[in-house]
T-cell receptor, first 111, second 114 residues
Framework: SQQGEEDPQALSIQEGENATMNCSYK?????LQWYRQNSGRGLVHLIL?????REKHSGRLRVTLDTSKKSSSLLITASRAADTASYFC???????????FGAGTILRVKS | DAGVIQSPRHEVTEMGQEVTLRCKPI?????LFWYRQTMMRGLELLIY????????DSGMPEDRFSAKMPNASFSTLKIQPSEPRDSAVYFC????????????FGQGTRLTVV
């Protein structure tokens, strides 16, 4: 079974708007990661947040982690058409480097 | 480094045939993962290796599936016999073992079993 579950399943926004995706997970974790997948391609790592961190930034990306609620959010600010992709959260499920992915959010940014 | 290399990129085979998917991880990485992606089930972890040793194969769906890693630079995922429901994109990924490390994915093998 999948460890993480993202919502919404799909999101459509206008270029320039912010996009927020959420992830919930079930077991304790050491870290949580976000990945991006363009259509027909492999996944690409975006950002990793450790279980003792609450917020992390990377460029236009902002990730938060609430371990008490077992949830994380990914915010993409000032979105661009090139941000159109599927976004996945992944956790180690507390088992070192075993990576388990959620169902993903499909983001469409309209220009 | 060229990244994680998978072959073939596309495979079409008839039901009942044996299928072998191949993966070359990034040099120096000591963890390797096999995933299967479908619309219905999303991205499923099939098996992962640390230092060429299978650690967790609980995601392997059936005995028809087997994976090997004979050395640090090569792994195979075999399906024998293949069935139409095995049609999916299969990804290989590698990472440095330990927590707080990212995984690098190959481009995937799109398998179609007819």
């Amino acid at each position: 079974s999948q460890q993480g579950e993202e919502d919404p399943q799909a999101l459509s926004i206008q270029e320039g708007e912010n996009a927020t995706m959420n992830c919930s997970y079930k077991t304790s974790i050491n870290n949580l990661q976000w990945y991006r997948q363009n259509s027909g391609r492999g996944l690409v790592h975006l950002i990793l947040i450790r279980s003792n961190e609450r917020e992390k930034h990377s460029g236009r990306l902002r990730v938060t982690l609430d371990t008490s609620k077992k949830s994380s959010s990914l915010l993409i600010t000032a979105s661009r058409a090139a941000d159109t992709a599927s976004y996945f959260c992944a956790t180690d499920a507390g088992h070192g480097n075993k990576l388990v992915f959620g169902a993903g959010t499909i983001l469409r940014v309209k220009s | 480094d060229a990244g994680v290399i998978q072959s073939p990129r596309h495979e079409v085979t008839e039901m009942g045939q044996e299928v072998t998917l191949r993966c070359k991880p990034i040099s120096g990485h000591n963890s390797l993962f096999w995933y299967r992606q479908t619309m219905m089930r999303g991205l499923e972890l099939l098996i992962y290796f640390n230092n060429n040793v299978p650690i967790d194969d609980s995601g392997m769906p059936e005995d028809r599936f087997s994976a090997k890693m004979p050395n640090a630079s090569f792994s195979t995922l075999k399906i024998q016999p293949s069935e139409p429901r095995d049609s999916a994109v299969y990804f290989c990924a590698s990472s440095n073992r330990g927590s707080n490390t990212e995984a690098f994915f190959g481009q995937g093998t799109r398998l179609t079993v007819v």
